[in-house]
């Protein structure tokens, strides 16, 4: 798999530009999207939309 990390700070940037101000909250939701990103092959492909990284870290219980 790969584009885990593209997905990871894809992630980042998001969360920065809709002014996330908890580094614990962006991280939580940049780390979601990088291990969604390794369950398909091909980096486009694998690359995951943002109801599929928000309901990863909801069922995850999200940033403590």
Request: avoid cysteine; proline fraction near 8%; glycine fraction near 10%.
């Amino acid at each position: 798999p790969t584009g885990a990390g593209d997905a990871f700070l894809a992630a980042v940037v998001a969360a920065v530009v809709d002014s996330a101000t908890d580094p614990y909250a962006v991280l939580d939701v940049a780390t979601a999207a990088g291990a969604l990103a390794t369950t398909e092959r091909g980096a486009m492909p694998a690359l995951p939309d943002r109801d599929a990284v928000d309901e990863l870290v909801a069922a995850d219980g999200g940033v403590p």
